[in-house]
């Protein structure tokens, strides 16, 4: 393949790998997504394609809707194993950010939601919220009728809509200043406030302290998910040995939302994600498998590190 064929996939690579994050939920996945529309770039007459990114946009979402509808990946979320990879705020695979929607897609909390959606509803929402596409694109993408695409997005909408919590974008400086007032409660001991900076019907879940658990573990009252994170965020020298030193907390945004990273040297070795709603804390993700952070943590070498909270720790 000659180096314009090449150059010109390479100026799309970033677009094509947020548009299959978005669909996957995992930055791995995409990778490998976006590589294999690559092959396909390799191996087509190219003389035959009229406009390139429409025809690399429509091989590489076939491709992630393939991944979504194979047996693994169906077992696997089914049983209940399955967290969205966070990525780092900045990291090209974020994509397009210019709109709410766009900011909005590419959350934890609407990458989880996607979940309900059947494959083509979820292909879409994305194509059409994240990135604008209109109901013919779609329709030609997907193979699918104008009037399909149509009732697919109505379907998606609503679907997101009945799972959303709170409503609109929270302001960052009081998204930040929830977090650290959650951080001073859990490292102090004092649970009542804990409860008191979560709303009614918080849950929290975590991949079990490095994705030992076969299943996610879930916690669903104010009580148990502060007596939980009570626990959680008391140091002990087992804690350190498993994290392989004294981690470092620090603050972060990652995917859009506030983010406590625990550090040790330049490797993220664990992450508490939050999802603000109505000035209270609504979901808080515990993720510390490496292969879920490996790509947040490549991202933290690179342009890191956030601001360091002051704990105990």
């Not at 094509?16 to 007459?45: C, I, K, N, P, T």
């Not at 390139?52 to 696997?76: F, G, I, M, Y």
């Not at 625990?262 to 292969?291: E, N, Q, W």
């Amino acid at each position: 393949m000659d180096s314009t064929a090449t150059d010109r996939f390479e100026a799309g690579r970033n677009r094509l790998a947020s548009l299959a994050y978005r669909l996957l939920g995992s930055a791995a996945d995409a990778e490998d997504a976006v590589q294999d529309a690559f092959l396909h770039w390799q191996a087509a007459d190219r003389q035959r394609i009229d406009v390139p990114e429409a025809w690399l946009t429509k091989v590489t979402t076939n491709l992630c809707l393939d991944r979504l509808r194979s047996a693994q990946v169906r077992r696997e979320r089914t049983v209940g194993a399955w967290l969205p990879e966070p990525l780092l705020d900045g990291d090209p695979m974020l994509g397009p950010a210019d709109t709410f929607e766009q900011r909005e897609s590419v959350s934890l909390a609407v990458l989880t939601l996607m979940e309900r959606l059947s494959t083509l509803e979820r292909a879409v929402y994305v194509l059409r919220e994240a990135f604008a596409h209109s109901h013919a694109e779609i329709a030609e993408i997907l193979d699918i009728t104008e009037s399909a695409s149509q009732q697919h997005l109505h379907r998606a909408r609503r679907r997101i809509n009945d799972g959303r919590r709170g409503g609109g974008e929270v302001d960052p400086a009081s998204a930040r200043r929830i977090v650290e007032e959650f951080l001073a409660a859990a490292t102090s001991g004092r649970t009542e406030r804990l409860v008191a900076l979560l709303t009614d019907d918080a849950t929290a879940i975590s991949d079990g302290a490095g994705g030992r658990a076969q299943t996610l573990l879930r916690y669903d009252t104010p009580e148990r998910i502060a007596a939980v994170v009570r626990a959680g965020f008391k140091p002990t020298p087992a804690k350190r040995r498993f994290a392989g030193g004294t981690p470092a907390l620090h603050y972060a945004l990652v995917n859009g939302a506030p983010a406590i990273l625990f550090v040790v040297g330049d490797h993220i070795v664990g992450s508490a994600l939050f999802d603000i709603a109505d000035g209270k804390i609504a979901t808080m993700r515990g993720i510390a498998a490496p292969a879920r952070l490996a790509r947040l943590t490549a991202a933290w070498r690179q342009h890191g590190p956030g601001t360091r909270l002051v704990t105990p720790w």
